[in-house]
Nanobody
């Protein structure tokens, strides 16, 4: 069992930055690939970024490439999402998830554990 707790969300102006963190419980964190998803008002949950168990491989959705970075610190059982140049349309709940796989995965069906989410609001 893995429990995930996100933090770092908040209100930011367009063009600003936020760094989300996801702290995981358990001693097997390094065995999981990790991902970030987001769900805006009236929208389906969408993939944002994923990272392999070692941190050596990442996948970023095209709309945030060059602006968002995913990373992890296995010693701290934490995965991060650095978000720069934020846009109002990226207002959403942001969720981290853990998958029992080594490689990063994009489909939410591949993920076994989910956090409760953290709200990001980007104002005009």
């Amino acid at each position: 069992q893995v429990q995930l707790v996100e933090s770092g969300g908040g209100l930011v102006q367009a063009g600003g930055s936020l760094r989300l963190s996801c702290a995981a419980s358990g001693r097997t964190f390094s065995s999981y690939a990790m991902g970030w998803f987001r769900q805006g008002p009236g929208k389906e949950r969408a993939f944002v970024a994923a990272i392999s168990w070692s941190g050596g491989n990442t996948v970023i959705t095209n709309s945030v490439k060059g602006r968002f970075t995913i990373s992890r610190d296995n010693a701290k059982n934490t995965v991060y999402l650095q978000m720069n140049s934020l846009k109002p349309e990226e207002t959403a709940g942001y969720y981290c998830a853990a998958a029992k796989t080594m490689a990063p995965v994009q489909s939410h069906y591949e993920y076994d554990y989910w956090g409760q989410g953290t709200q990001v609001t980007v104002s005009e």
